[in-house]
């Protein structure tokens, strides 16, 4: 079955530090594939998302995400993060010919930013 | 934005009693889904939908069901609410030009 891991269940984390969370997924196909963020009582947002191209992608807040074909990953970093980074942080993938382009999720990894 | 609105967004229900969760999408978008949030399973696929009464099951259809009769309004079945139904159910849509979904604000179900 098609899955994702995130390597990461909680990371906790000084402000001003960088921040890399892990995400495989299982399938060798073509994939696009997304990071949502989800902060205290809220609802996901979408950090960011690669379909094609610059394997390199920025999104919102200094977010970035490398997806490394041959690895079957999209981590996700940011330099420096901040206390309001404090949230869970869920990688997905909708793996192609999914006619229900349906995304199937890792677990979460929850990120705690002391100040 | 997604646009997206559920009710009721808390809830609190007796084992045994029927549920009916709505989405409502101010969006026109063909595709929507109801998702489970539990801790440690990350989000779980329930049900789709893919137009006007088109719906299917997703990974953990048991004990939902689904209906969707009218573009902009998704509606969650339990037919008959186990504790096991405990959780924060989320629906999105799928916005087609950039093969994007966007999720509303949940509904915080307790089944006692």
């Known amino acids: 079955a098609q899955s994702v891991s995130q390597h990461n269940h909680h990371v906790i984390l000084s402000e001003a530090a960088s921040l890399e969370l892990g995400c495989n997924y299982s399938y060798g196909g073509t994939v696009n594939l997304f990071w949502y963020v989800q902060y205290p009582g809220q609802h996901l947002q979408l950090l960011l998302k690669y379909f094609s191209g610059d394997p390199l992608v920025k999104g919102i807040k200094g977010f970035e995400a490398e997806f490394i074909k041959s690895k079957f990953s999209f981590n996700l970093r940011k330099p420096s993060v901040q206390w309001s980074d404090t949230a869970e942080y869920f990688c997905?993938?909708?793996?192609?010919?999914?006619?229900?382009?349906?995304?199937?999720f890792g677990k979460g990894t929850k990120l705690s930013v002391i100040p | 934005d997604a646009g997206i609105t559920q009710s009721p967004r808390h809830k609190v229900t007796e084992t045994g009693t029927p549920v009916t969760l709505r989405c409502h999408q101010t969006?026109?978008?063909?595709?929507m889904y109801w998702y489970r949030q539990d801790p440690g399973h990350g989000l779980r696929l329930i049900h789709y939908s893919y137009g006007v009464k088109d719906t299917d099951k997703g990974e953990v259809s048991d004990g939902y069901s689904v209906s969707r009769s009218k573009t902009e309004d998704f509606l969650l079945t339990l037919e008959s609410a186990t504790s096991s139904q405990t959780s924060v159910y989320f629906c999105a849509n799928r916005e087609s030009v950039t093969d994007t979904q966007y999720f509303g604000p949940g509904t915080r179900l307790t089944v006692l």
């Open positions: 997905a993938v909708i793996y192609s010919g999914a006619g229900s382009y349906q995304l199937t």
């Open positions: 969006e026109n978008h063909r595709y």
